[in-house]
């Protein structure tokens, strides 16, 4: 069974604050590593995505992967109210064709 | 910017009843996926979709589902005979492939089973 774990939340951050998202997955051989936001009641939104050991930025977003330890972050740095969402973590393999979701970690960043 | 459209946005079928959840991926993109989302739980995969065959398929997509890609566009799920826990939200998403394996989702169709 691949596994992809999130922490459930609320994170609550204070506006201007750093989000630190984390996401730990069992298979390993996975190669793709993604995080989608998704707003109440609809699709997922891809943000990032990484496919090699250490950070990836992007603009207030980094992606964090070690594959040794089987972890993947995110932080979000000067986070805005509008930032406040679901964050999933999506795991797939060479082919990308089983990419699995995390139950995903809620995010409340307050004004 | 190419987006993945889905039709209906909302479904309600009664119990038993056949459905048809139709996506049109975006034009390039070679890889089609389903995911479900029942309310308040995770993103589920259900299916993908290459080189028109299915290429992966979770525990969940049974006999009661099936995906067909009619025509150069479209890519379809089929769901036979629906239950009431059918009920959620289902996301089909595309992806480029060829080492371009980032996902982008359609905005949903919401089936309700009753």
């Known amino acids: 069974q691949k596994e992809v774990e999130q922490n459930s939340g609320p994170l609550s951050v204070p506006e201007g604050a750093i989000a630190s998202l984390n996401c730990t997955y069992s298979d390993r051989g996975s190669q793709s590593f993604f995080w989608y936001r998704q707003y109440s009641g609809k699709s997922p939104e891809l943000i990032m995505f990484i496919y090699s050991n250490g950070d990836k930025e992007d603009g207030r977003f980094t992606a964090q992967l070690n594959k040794a330890s089987q972890y993947v972050s995110l932080l979000i740095r000067d986070s805005q109210p509008s930032d406040s969402a679901t964050y999933l973590c999506?795991?797939?393999?060479?082919?990308?064709?089983?990419?699995?979701f995390g139950a995903g970690t809620r995010l409340t960043v307050k004004p | 910017e190419p987006e993945v459209t889905q039709t209906p946005s909302h479904q309600v079928t009664q119990m038993g009843q056949e459905v048809i959840l139709r996506c049109v991926p975006i034009s390039n993109h070679l890889y089609f996926y389903w995911y479900r989302q029942i309310l308040g739980q995770k993103v589920e995969f259900l299916v993908s979709?290459?080189?028109?065959?299915?290429?992966?398929k979770s525990e969940i997509f049974d006999d009661q589902f099936s995906v067909e890609r009619p025509d150069g566009s479209n890519f379809t799920l089929k769901i036979r005979s629906t239950k009431l826990e059918d009920s959620a939200m289902y996301f089909c998403?595309?992806?480029?492939?060829?080492?371009?394996?980032?996902?982008?989702f359609g905005q949903g169709t919401r089936l309700t089973v009753v």
């Open positions: 998403a595309s992806s480029l492939g060829d080492g371009n394996t980032e996902a982008f």
């Open positions: 999506a795991v797939s393999n060479y082919n990308n064709n089983d990419m699995r």
């Open positions: 979709f290459y080189n028109n065959e299915i290429s992966e």
